[in-house]
């Protein structure tokens, strides 16, 4: 059984930082992409950040350029998001999946973790 569980999320302040983890287990982690999404209420869940399994290759939407890192331990099971910088309108639900590299129908979704920034 697949299981994907976030940590990480809270209550931060205006240009404070938090960093995001979500551990997989069931699954083997190095063929998976990796990603984190986000979520407001009456709004789509948009991509916030991707990394590839080899090489490490990242994806940032234009929004945290500069601002997010993601990143992966292929032993730990674990991806983060390191996020900095942080504005109000990064308020969400930050929701972590993993996606299969040899059958992109194979995806698996966290449970999400709530992410508050104001003052």
């Known amino acids: 059984q697949v299981q994907l569980v976030e940590s990480g999320g809270g209550l931060v302040q205006p240009g404070g930082s938090l960093r995001l983890s979500c551990v997989a287990s069931g699954l083997t982690f190095s063929r998976y992409v990796m990603s984190w999404y986000r979520q407001v209420p009456g709004k789509e869940r948009e991509l916030v950040a991707a990394i590839v399994t080899l090489g490490g290759g990242t994806n940032y939407a234009d929004s945290v350029k500069g601002r997010f890192t993601i990143s992966r331990d292929n032993v730990k099971n674990t991806v983060y998001l390191q996020m900095i910088s942080l504005k109000p309108e990064d308020t969400a639900v930050y929701y972590c999946?993993?996606?299969?590299?040899?059958?992109?129908?194979?995806?698996?979704w966290g449970q999400g973790t709530q992410v508050t920034v104001s003052s």
């Open positions: 999946k993993a996606t299969n590299l040899g059958n992109f129908a194979n995806t698996y």
